[in-house]
């Protein structure tokens, strides 16, 4: 198998693994603690000041965990993850009508439709930078006239906070143990705001990328007419 073909495995196998326990580590005060701010009300109001509307396409949702307030500002909220067993936890914490579940590996899945904003939350530094542009350049088949894509996710000064950070097969690894003891490997990059301003500016897209509390960032990114 491909080595980055390997390694996504390798990922999926760990967020699989990981959803028995995901909200409670997501906010808990292991390393995971600082994927999300402090509480799901903070959540709230980042995405509240985001001022999303209309039909909102969220990959990797996990839990749903960014879904519950995604639903509150969109007509409609498409959200996708790979992981079954994510799904399993996000669907009885979802009442809201207007959300619409699927499981789909967002590298090879096609919606078959536009969208006036996608969202994703910690997910980007899981795209392998080989799958970089063709992530994008899907992306662009998905988003309507005007749409844009949002993404939060970690500034390089965050990565001291993965303890077993590595690279094989010149891929960025990062490896962590669940509440079990397994072990486990992961895709994690740790982008930069001038890397993504430029490499997206490449591909076409207009960006803003500003800094976040707590070595965050945001990203907001329109196609370029």
Not at 1 to 28: K, N, W
Not at 103 to 116: K, L, M
Not at 191 to 204: N, W
Not at 207 to 218: D, N, S, T, Y
């Amino acid at each position: 198998m491909d080595p980055t073909e390997a390694l996504l495995a390798d990922q999926i196998r760990y967020y699989r693994a990981r959803a028995a326990e995901f909200d409670q580590t997501v906010y808990g005060t292991d390393r995971e603690e600082a994927e999300r701010p402090k509480s799901p009300d903070e959540d709230e109001r980042v995405v509240r000041d985001l001022h999303l509307s209309g039909d909102v396409l969220e990959l990797a949702c996990g839990t749903g965990a960014w879904t519950q307030h995604l639903a509150r500002v969109a007509d409609s909220v498409l959200a996708v993850d790979v992981a079954a067993e994510m799904l399993e936890f996000a669907r009885p914490k979802i009442a809201s009508s207007n959300v619409t579940f699927v499981q789909a590996d967002v590298f090879t899945w096609s919606p078959g439709r536009h969208f006036d904003a996608i969202f994703f939350a910690f997910w980007l530094s899981h795209v392998p930078p080989a799958l970089f542009d063709n992530f994008w350049e899907r992306l662009t088949t998905m988003l309507g006239d005007g749409g844009r894509v949002v993404a939060i996710d970690e500034l390089p000064t965050r990565r001291g906070l993965e303890r077993h950070l590595t690279t094989e097969n010149g891929l960025p690894v990062a490896r962590r143990a669940l509440r079990d003891g397994s072990q486990h490997r992961l895709v994690k990059v740790f982008y930069g705001a001038d890397e993504l301003r430029s490499g997206l500016s490449d591909l076409g897209w207009e960006v803003e990328v500003r800094a976040l509390p707590r070595g965050l960032f945001l990203l907001d990114a329109r196609r370029v007419e």
